[in-house]
C-alpha cells in the first residue's frame, strides 16, 4: 500500500468519523428537545404547576427541571463549561455587549410587538409573527453594527448598578402606586433569572454550542462565525414558544405559530451575540433584562 492511499484511507476514516459525530449529536439535540417538550406538555396541567401559574404567574418548577436536564446532559459530554458559554472571561466587555443589546432590543419589542398591538395584529398568528419577525431583522442589522464597533470594557461597575436599577424600576413604580404584589416581584424574577438566563443557558448554551461541536461554524459574516448550529438552535427555540398557547388543561389546543416565527428570529438575535462573545452573560442580559421590566410593568398594569 502506497502513502498516498494510507493518506486517503485516513481522509475517509476522518469523514466518516465526523458524519456519525454529526448524526449522533443531531439526535442527541432533538432527543432532549423532544423530552423538554413531553415534560411541558404532561406536567403543565399538574396541580403544582398550575397553582405557580395561578399565584406566581411563571412555573419556576418546570424551568428547574429543564436546566437540571441541560446541566446534566453537559456534564454527560464531558466537555468544558466554557464549551457551553458559561464563563466569567471578558465578563465586563460582554456585560457592556449585553446592556447595548438592551437598547437595540426597543425596536423589535417597540416598533414590532407595541406596533403589532397599535395596528391590531395578533403576534400569535402569522400576520403578526411576520411582523414583528421584520422588526427583529431590523434589530439584528443594527446589533451587527453594534458589535463592529464594540470596544473592550475593563470596568462592569456602571453596568451592573443600571441592571439592578432597572430590575427595579416595576418594583418601585408598584410601590409609589400601592400595588406591590407577589405577581409583580414573581414576574421580574422569573423573567431576568428563570427566562432570560435559564432559556439561554439551554439553547444558546446547550443546544447552540453542541451543533457547533458537531458542524463548525465555518460562515462568517460581519465578522461574526457561525455555522448551522445558530439556525437550528433558533428554530427549536421558536418551536419551543408555540406551545405558548398550547394548554389543553385550560382548553388550548392550538399552535402560536406566529410567535413561533418572531421568537426564531429573536433566537437569531441572542444567537448572534453568544456566536460574538463567546459568553451566555450578554445574551442572558439581552434576553431577560428587556423582558423583566417590560412583563414586570405589563403584570401591574395589566396591559394587553
Do not use: C
Not at 5 to 17: A, N
Not at 255 to 276: D, H, N, Q, Y
Amino acid at each position: 500500500m502506497t502513502v498516498q492511499e494510507i493518506h486517503s484511507g485516513d481522509r475517509s476514516l476522518r469523514v466518516m468519523q465526523s458524519v456519525k459525530t454529526r448524526i449522533l449529536i443531531t439526535l442527541e439535540i432533538f432527543a432532549v428537545f423532544a423530552i423538554f417538550v413531553v415534560l411541558r406538555v404532561t406536567l403543565t396541567p399538574t396541580r403544582i404547576v398550575q397553582w405557580e401559574l395561578d399565584n406566581l404567574e411563571w412555573s419556576y418548577s418546570l424551568m428547574i427541571i429543564f436546566v437540571a436536564i441541560t446541566t446534566l446532559v453537559i456534564v454527560l459530554t464531558r466537555k468544558n463549561w466554557a464549551d457551553y458559554g458559561v464563563s466569567a472571561k471578558n465578563w465586563q466587555t460582554n456585560l457592556d455587549i449585553g446592556m447595548k443589546a438592551f437598547l437595540v432590543s426597543f425596536i423589535p419589542l417597540g416598533l414590532g410587538w407595541g406596533g403589532a398591538q397599535q395596528l391590531g395584529l395578533d403576534p400569535n398568528k402569522m400576520g403578526g409573527g411576520t411582523y414583528i419577525a421584520l422588526m427583529e431583522i431590523a434589530g439584528i442589522a443594527v446589533l451587527l453594527w453594534v458589535l463592529n464597533r464594540q470596544k473592550t470594557i475593563q470596568s462592569g461597575r456602571r453596568n451592573l448598578i443600571t441592571i439592578l436599577l432597572l430590575l427595579f424600576v416595576p418594583i418601585v413604580v408598584a410601590l409609589a402606586m400601592r400595588s406591590l404584589s407577589v405577581v409583580v416581584v414573581s414576574t421580574v424574577v422569573w423573567q431576568f433569572i428563570f427566562s432570560g438566563f435559564g432559556e439561554e443557558f439551554t439553547f444558546r448554551g446547550y443546544f447552540q454550542s453542541r451543533l457547533n461541536q458537531a458542524f463548525g461554524r465555518p460562515a462568517k459574516l460581519f465578522g461574526i462565525q457561525f455555522g448551522v448550529g445558530l439556525i437550528l438552535a433558533s428554530l427549536l427555540f421558536g418551536f419551543w414558544h408555540a406551545f405558548n398557547t398550547f394548554d389543553p388543561a385550560v382548553g388550548l389546543s392550538s399552535f402560536a405559530w406566529g410567535w413561533a416565527l418572531s421568537t426564531f428570529v429573536g433566537g437569531l438575535f441572542f444567537g448572534v451575540i453568544r456566536e460574538k462573545t463567546g459568553s451566555l452573560l450578554a445574551p442572558s442580559i439581552a434576553h431577560g433584562l428587556p423582558d423583566a421590566v417590560g412583563e414586570g410593568l405589563k403584570s401591574l398594569f395589566s396591559w394587553m
